[in-house]
């Protein structure tokens, strides 16, 4: 988005070379309504109010556009060509509603499992291998779809869940010593759980080391948050989730991992196995 913003501010300081004041006025038109219609249908920043604001301020300056073009005064050399600019403005803006609609019933309306794998994992201890991992998945020809990676994908911590729930088809726990430690990783897992999803664990060495006192530390963690409450995450649910996912089988990772052992998983997973140690 960085570069619409960039090529925004450039077109925009171009607009005073312009031979008059209507095609000036034209363009200003063109570049700030395009801006307003792509922040608007992809909401680009990460926090919902800074969107809405971005929005809004382009708006105002569309609006100051529309003033002072009410006072622009035409002669008969510049007439023709800012007609000619006015009809190429309506139909940009002919298509606004329909661009409006689009965006709302996507919104309202997400498409089914848009993720092919979801890379549960925490970021300080597996964040550079999680992002190796999907860039392997990505390699494959069986995978067809997305693989979310929070870095890339999340938007809002509010719709996170929903997201494992509604849209992802197979869950990845990259298990590090600490990953059933985190509340979201967690919870991420128990909706994944709950609602059928397909989970596979690529374990680490020290993945296993996990007792009572740890699971009753997280259920803890878990009953702070209003937000797992309002989604079902109960403490029955997550120590019945933990307890199966512990037991599944999972492929174990090597020590120390190559280009040749990372293909190799990304290709295990793709083809859908799900327990064993690969050899490279």
Not at 109 to 115: I, N
Not at 118 to 138: D, Q, Y
Request: proline residues 3%.
């Amino acid at each position: 988005y960085m570069l619409v913003i960039l090529c925004r501010s450039l077109m925009s300081g171009f607009v005073a070379v312009l031979p008059s004041e209507a095609v000036q006025l034209t363009a200003l038109h063109v570049v700030l309504l395009s801006s307003w219609m792509i922040a608007l249908r992809n909401r680009p920043w990460r926090t919902r109010w800074v969107n809405w604001v971005d929005t809004a301020f382009t708006a105002v300056a569309l609006g100051a556009v529309f003033v002072a073009a009410s006072e622009v005064t035409l002669d008969s050399s510049s007439a023709f060509v800012g007609d000619i600019c006015v009809f190429g403005l309506s139909v940009v803006i002919s298509f606004l509603p329909l661009f409006l609609t689009t965006s709302v019933v996507q919104r309202l309306v997400p498409a089914s499992r848009r993720y092919q794998f979801f890379l549960c994992h925490v970021k300080v201890e597996a964040g550079a291998f999680s992002r190796w991992l999907k860039m392997e998945l990505n390699a494959q020809v069986k995978v067809v779809r997305n693989v979310f990676l929070d870095a890339d994908d999340l938007v809002s911590l509010d719709a996170l869940l929903m997201i494992v729930g509604g849209q992802v088809e197979t869950l990845v726990v990259v298990g590090t010593n600490s990953v059933f430690s985190r509340p979201w990783c967690v919870a991420e897992v128990c909706t994944a759980h709950r609602n059928g999803l397909d989970i596979a664990v690529l374990a680490f060495s020290d993945f296993a080391q996990w007792d009572e006192g740890r699971m009753q530390l997280c259920m803890e963690q878990l009953g702070c948050e209003a937000s797992f409450t309002k989604n079902g995450i109960t403490p029955e649910l997550v120590r019945h989730t933990l307890e199966g996912v512990l037991s599944q089988p999972c492929l174990h990772l090597p020590a120390q991992a190559t280009d040749a052992s990372m293909r190799m998983y990304a290709r295990a997973l793709a083809g859908g196995q799900r327990s064993g140690k690969l050899v490279v």
